[in-house]
């Protein structure tokens, strides 16, 4: 059984840190892309970031590009995010997919994120 | 990348048919036959309904369906039932590892 356990989230202040992880289970980790999406408070979904398989190439959606980081140990089976100057609007649910070319068949829990001082 | 156009909002009576819309680009929706479609019920996390277009995960009903013609692709749910309730949201690969949502679509069942 395919399981994505994502953690890390929490509250933080205007211009702080947190890192995200998502350890995974029940299928070939190194296999597959990974991405982050979130979900603002009443809002739609969004792509954050993905990862490919082997870790050798990643993408950032424009909000986030230049504060966060995408990484994956294989060693581990975990995936993570290293979210740096956060901002009031990243503000979210973060869920971690197992992500195909056609659509992420597998999602995490999700780890809620809030931005405050 | 812009997000996908979505209609804010459907609806439909039980045992109808509804379909909802997803407009894109050549560079997304119409240059990929990677499209998928999620449902999310309140509080919970998204489930994958279609992926690559018209393909249903195991479990998924076959009242839920997906086509795409052009730059559009659309989700169709026949005989609706009151579970169906839910946000609906597509999703578009557009290249180099990079996914694009669109904004999300309410069902309401009358």
Redesign the interface.
Known sequence: EVQLLDSGGGLVQPGGSLRLSCVASGFTFSTY?M?W?RQAPGK????VS???GNAG???Y??SVKGRFTISRDNSKNTLYLQMNSLRAEDAAVY?CVK????????????TLVTVSS | ?S?LTQPRSVSGSPGQSVTISCTGTSRDVGG???????QQHPGK????L????N?R?SGVPDRFSGSKSGNTASLTISGLQADDEADY?C?S?VG?????????TKLTAL
């Not at chain 2, 990929?32 to 999620?38: D, E, T």
């Open positions: 892309a991405s999406v739609g979904l969004e792509c993905s990862i490919s190439t990643t993408s959606a424009d869920y992500t195909l070319y056609g659509g992420g068949d597998y999602w995490g829990q999700g | 990348q997000a990929y036959n990677y499209v998928s479609w999620y996390a998204p489930k994958l279609i992926y690559d277009v393909r995960p949201y999703c690969y180099s590892y990079t996914w694009v949502f669109g904004g999300g």
